[in-house]
Nanobody
Framework: VQLQACGGGLVQAGGSLRLSCAAS????????MGWFRQAPGKEREFVAR????????YHADSVKGRFTISRDGAMNTVFLQMTNLKPEDTAVYYC??????????????????WGQGTQVTVSS
């Protein structure tokens, strides 16, 4: 299983970025894909998740209304569209895959595979 995340960068507050996570080696059905982030000196934080089959999504309160997780089955890719970015969104963003779809799956330990991370920096 490989997860390749990209799309990070430097953006001003109020700006937008779209992160991508290309996945391979998964059957996808029966998997949950998630995005997490980790700021310097802080623990890894849940951002959003999507159940591959069915497309149900859930977003953390801190990003609800600003970030949107989605997937493209043909491309085997998960996206995180981020709008109205704030300086506190600055972090390394990781995509992850969890085998299964039951439960909340908002904790890092619930995920089996991780991408390499992509840096998002929001300037004020």
């Amino acid at each position: 299983v490989q997860l390749q995340a990209c799309g990070g960068g430097l953006v001003q507050a109020g700006g937008s970025l779209r992160l991508s996570c290309a996945a391979s080696g998964l059957t996808f059905n029966g998997w949950t894909m998630g995005w997490f982030r980790q700021a310097p000196g802080k623990e890894r934080e849940f951002v959003a998740r999507i159940i591959w089959s069915g497309g149900w999504t859930y977003h953390a309160d801190s990003v609800k209304g600003r970030f949107t997780i989605s997937r493209d089955g043909a491309m085997n890719t998960v996206f995180l569209q981020m709008t109205n970015l704030k300086p506190e969104d600055t972090a390394v963003y990781y995509c992850a895959a969890s085998h299964g779809s039951a439960g909340t799956r908002d904790e890092a330990y619930e995920y089996d595979y991780w991408g390499q991370g992509t840096q998002v920096t929001v300037s004020s």
